[in-house]
Nanobody
């Protein structure tokens, strides 16, 4: 089970940190990712990290503003979001899979989303 938290409402330019905790062991081969879905839009990739390494990947729209990281002992992955924009408004989901992929269909385990709202 995955549980995302940390969402909220902020003004443009503000910051939020999302957390995603999972029950049970996360194997080194796992890939943890964040996706988001705005009303009326498809779920889109935000960032991902390989659990066993520090390798990361980001959507172009968030590069330089968002940072994905992990705390292995706590089985937690974070998404630090800085310089937020109104277009970042969405429900954010964390997911776990085994493939290094930006496609939601490749991820087998999903947490409930957390709402992020950025006002101008």
């Amino acid at each position: 089970q995955l549980q995302a938290s940390g969402g909220g409402s902020v003004q443009a330019g503000g910051s939020l940190r999302l957390s995603c905790s999972g029950s049970g062991r996360i194997y080194s081969s796992a890939v943890m990712a964040w996706f988001r879905q705005a009303p009326g839009k498809e779920r889109e990739f935000v960032a991902l990290i390989r659990w066993s390494t520090t390798r990361t990947n980001y959507a172009d729209s968030v590069k330089g503003r968002f940072t994905i990281s992990k705390d292995s002992p706590q089985h937690t992955v974070y998404l630090q979001m800085n310089s937020l924009k109104p277009e970042d408004t969405a429900v954010y989901y964390c997911a776990r899979g085994t493939q290094w992929s930006v496609h939601p269909a490749e991820y087998m385990h999903w947490g409930r989303g957390t709402q992020v709202t950025v006002s101008s």
